[in-house]
């Protein structure tokens, strides 16, 4: 057994389902589910009821997870057919603008291309616009960051056809980057049947073959970041009649990475820049002090059925072996989780865009 030091990591992608939706998350128990995972600072998205669109709506949402928060969080400003310009005061406080151009869980979706060139002409960050694309649309996006001079981040990229026409675009030296989600990674529509709902996410499990160019090309370092897509819904909302789409990844990501290091899928180098390093740099986030994970290696155990820091307390992973474990999770020079105990209080989060 060996102890490993790491620098925490970012999640860039990660429903709180604040406001609106606390019965399946807030940012109480979903910074537990952080640090309880290794994630001292995530990102949570605006597909919230109502979504988060404008000054009003982003204020309810911070000053909930300012009351609440125990990491470090930004939140998104969602695209609309009629928010933009958005001030430029708010996009500051922002953690990027996201636009969802595919359907989803909840009502946030663009629809025209004029829209969309309203905001890539309006958007000044510091984050980036971050896409919600899908199969041709993701093409449309890396023109529209040509066109614009934007950076363009690609959400959960899933398909082996996007990460072609993502490499390529790379190539051609434009600003787009990309994450794909533990779940494209680890499972595929063979996992569908043993799943059933808790299989269903956006976008769907893809095949196998996808699955392999997605390996490849975090390997290959086309894919700059993993990023949970952490998305919440309780089981008795999963199981019935219309299972709404997601699953949680929070605390199920950093152990699946180590055993992906164990089987020398990927270098320790790498794990630290897909979770730290790349997604710090590409949202311009600074590394809080004093902060770092401690993980013990060669430690056996079984991902389980229950026992989660998340409020709806399953896995789409649950029963998987894994050989590895986080003991530590210190923020700040402060344990903010040991050893299955959040000991970060409600409130000792903060903004990453206020420092
Ligand atoms: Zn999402």
């Known amino acids: 057994m060996t102890m ?12 709180m389902r604040v406001p609106g939706g606390e019965h399946k998350e807030d940012f ?24 988060i669109v404008d000054a009003a709506i982003f204020d309810v949402a911070a000053t909930q997870a300012a009351a609440q928060a125990r990491c470090d969080y930004g939140i998104y400003l969602g695209a609309t057919d009629e928010n933009a310009p958005l001030n430029p005061a708010l996009q500051r406080r922002a953690a990027g603008l996201k ?26 960050g510091p984050g980036p616009i971050v896409v919600h694309a899908e199969g041709l649309f993701v093409p449309a996006c890396i023109a529209l960051a040509a066109q614009y001079d ?14 072609v026409a993502i490499r390529s675009a790379k190539e051609r030296g434009l600003p787009v980057s990309c994450e794909v989600a533990p779940h494209h990674l680890w499972l595929d529509e063979r996992d569908l049947p043993r ?7 956006r976008p769907r ?6 699955r392999k160019v997605l390996w490849e090309a975090v390997r290959s370092g086309v894919v700059d970041c993993i990023a949970t897509d952490h998305a919440p819904h309780l089981r008795e909302e999963k199981e019935s009649n219309s299972p709404p789409p997601g699953v949680p990844g929070l605390e199920t990501t950093l152990p699946l990475l180590l055993n992906a290091v164990q089987a020398t899928r990927l270098t320790i180098e790498q794990v630290v820049a897909l979770t730290a390093t790349n997604p710090r740099r590409l949202f311009h986030l600074t590394e809080p002090a004093e902060s770092y994970l401690e993980v013990e290696i060669g430690a056996l155990w079984t991902l389980p059925e229950r026992g989660w820091q998340t409020r709806p307390d399953w896995s789409p992973f649950a029963g998987e072996r894994v050989a ?19 000991h970060a209080a409600p409130g000792s989060g903060r903004d990453v865009r206020e420092y």
């Open 195 to 201: 799943l059933g709902p808790y299989g269903d996410m």
């Open 150 to 163: 934007q950076h363009v981040h690609f959400a959960h990229i899933s398909r082996g056809s996007e990460i």
């Open 4 to 15: 490993l030091r790491l620098p925490t990591m970012v999640d860039v992608h990660v429903h």
């Open 99 to 124: 636009i969802y151009v595919n359907d989803t869980f909840g009502t946030l979706r663009v629809e025209s291309l004029a829209t969309m060139q309203n905001h890539f002409r309006a958007w000044r």
């Open 205 to 210: 499990l893809a095949t196998e073959g996808d």
């Open 28 to 51: 109480d128990s979903g910074t537990a589910a952080a640090l309880a995972g290794g994630v001292t600072q995530l990102l949570a998205m605006p597909n919230t009821s109502p979504p």
């Open 324 to 342: 590895a474990r986080l003991r530590r999770t210190v923020l700040r020079g402060q344990i903010a989780y040991e050893d299955g105990v959040v």
